[in-house]
């Protein structure tokens, strides 16, 4: 006999869960009495419902198992929504437990109470609500199969309060197996089949499921055929971009060689990947519903199949299994397409050069800085802001699962985010990217930093505004700001009233020696780097942008 709560927790060693990240509330004091016998799951103590949920997804990614989330009612529900919205977008697996008010007084807006499967179920793979203390085990194995099977994604399992603290005789279910969707004998000839007619072909890899051991095969395969490979949106770390097959980023700001690459070619092979707005620049790069080339679309999850792109050839796989098919393909012997791949490689080579940007301090140089002295091993995680393009187009990401990035452009992203991922392996180096406006959306979470004594060294890029938003201003209706201005605290005192280490640059030459110190501190730790607001993308000033809105406007 076990209360709810006890089972619950049981049910989440059973499936193998080793973490929970929860702000406490006190209509689910019976899951958190469960936590506090367990040996093998670490409660994280967080701030705010948002930062609990973004950490769960970003423990999704990072340990390839469902983050588990666990908030309260109401305001705690509304906060985490945008953790689950990250995790859906990014399809992350990810289970968030809601604490609810009790049964007896359902349907009488009670306090705090919301309709969790209407409000939820619109955009999570799954929402439900616990009525039965000895149906636990049963909606807890149906939830880590429904986050882990096909697609990954979020679901959502409310918890009356009545019924949690209840007790009952529930027996444990078995620990979760998910099906593994492959490719056929006939999918693999008619590979060979493509490959043999093609003259551009182009590989693109993302989605879920990916590994380090995946990312090996891939760039042997690569190699073998001499392919070039692209990355889709905030999946760069798929491969190593210091490989001669690596070509690019196939997102936000896209070089344009790549791009015309990716619109021209007559063989597109995308691994993983559902082809979204930003890895199609708006779905302009590749034609809806019938593409031009001859594409191969590999996904784990038999519905994204021709849900937007018509394929030449579905492949239902999981990334896993479709990297040893990759293996048996037999070696083309003629490989024309190669002077293309060294064509697209030089160009990837020059787009990452630093370009000079205005100010006292340049975000290119702060960024190559970070990426040279990172470890092989390293992590940079970022939300979401203009800062982000540099990060993105600067960093040479040495391989899986070296970055954080969401896919559903998030603010407020990177700290959560490298929270979990020091804590899932404190021996790894951490840094993250944040705006002035990022960094403030979960800045509180630097306290869970601290209370954990968690090393991670967060760069936060002051430059007084919303500047993605200012930049869509001035494109748009130039000379009219509205809504971007921010005035902001000093981010270093910030840092040190928390217990945390804080340094100031103003000078681009005055902040390796500042990083240099952080990662010595052994704390968490905050550097504010002070840019101008001309320094507003990698490619155009802030001025220059304003030209070209005047220009459009007339």
Request: glycine share 10%; charged share 20%.
């Amino acid at each position: 006999m076990r209360h709810g709560g006890k089972i619950l927790v049981d049910q989440l060693e059973v499936q193998g869960a080793s973490a929970v990240f929860t702000v406490p509330g006190e209509s689910f004091l019976a899951a958190l009495d469960g936590l506090h016998d367990s040996n093998r799951i670490k409660t994280v103590i967080c701030r705010q419902e948002g930062g609990a949920a973004m950490m769960a997804e970003a423990w999704g990614k990072v340990k390839g198992e469902p983050g588990i989330c666990m908030v309260t009612r109401g305001p705690g529900a509304a906060n985490a929504m945008a953790g689950l919205h990250i995790a859906q977008q990014d399809s992350t697996p990810m289970i968030m437990f809601l604490g609810l008010p009790g049964e007896k007084h359902e349907d009488r807006e009670a306090f705090q109470e919301i309709e969790t499967k209407s409000l939820f179920g619109s955009f999570v793979k799954w929402a439900a609500v616990i009525r039965s203390t000895d149906r636990i085990p049963e909606y807890v194995s149906r939830a880590y199969h429904t986050a882990m099977n096909g697609r990954p994604g979020p679901v959502v399992l409310g918890l009356p309060e009545d019924m949690l603290s209840a007790i009952g005789e529930a027996g444990d279910a078995k620990p979760a197996k998910f099906a593994v969707p492959s490719a056929s004998a006939s999918d693999e000839a008619a590979i060979t089949a493509a490959f043999a007619k093609a003259q551009r072909p182009l590989v693109i890899i993302g989605g879920p499921g990916w590994s380090r051991d995946i990312q090996k095969k891939v760039q042997a395969f690569a190699e073998r055929f001499d392919l070039p490979v692209a990355a889709s949106f905030r999946c760069q770390d798929y491969m190593d971009n210091r490989h001669p097959c690596y070509v690019g980023h196939a997102g936000i700001g896209l070089d344009a060689k790549l791009a015309d690459a990716i619109r021209n070619a007559d063989l597109l092979l995308v691994i993983g990947s559902r082809l979204g707005e930003m890895t199609t620049s708006g779905y302009t790069l590749v034609d809806i519903p019938n593409p031009k080339s001859f594409l191969i679309h590999v996904h784990p999850d038999g519905r994204e199949l021709g849900s937007v792109y018509s394929p030449d050839l579905p492949v239902n796989a999981t990334a896993a299994s479709f990297a040893d098919l990759l293996g048996r393909l037999p070696t083309p012997s003629a490989k024309p397409w190669s002077a293309h791949r060294q064509a697209l490689r030089a160009a990837q080579e020059a787009y990452v050069k630093p370009i000079a940007t205005p100010g006292d301090v340049q975000l290119e140089q702060v960024i190559k800085t970070v990426s040279d002295m990172l470890p092989e091993d390293g992590i940079i995680t970022n939300g979401a802001g203009n800062y982000a393009a540099f990060v993105h187009r600067y960093t040479q990401y040495k391989g899986y699962r070296s970055c954080l990035a969401p896919t559903s452009g998030s603010m407020g992203y990177g700290l959560p985010a490298a929270i979990a991922a020091k804590l899932a392996d404190p021996t790894r180096t951490v840094i993250n990217f944040a705006g002035d406006g990022c960094f403030m959306m979960t800045g509180q979470e630097l306290a869970t930093c601290v209370q954990y004594g968690l090393g991670v060294v967060t760069i936060v890029v002051n430059n007084g505004m919303y500047g993605t938003i200012r930049a869509h201003q001035e494109r748009q209706y130039p000379d009219r700001v509205s809504g971007t201005a921010l005035v902001n605290p000093d981010f270093a005192a910030y840092a040190r009233a928390f217990g945390a280490h804080g340094e100031t640059v103003e000078r681009t030459e005055d902040f390796r020696p500042a990083l240099e110190r952080a990662l010595a501190s052994n704390k968490a730790a905050i550097i504010e780097v002070k840019t101008e607001q001309e320094a507003l993308t990698p490619r155009q000033t802030l001025s220059e942008i304003r030209a070209v809105g005047r220009k459009a406007r007339g």
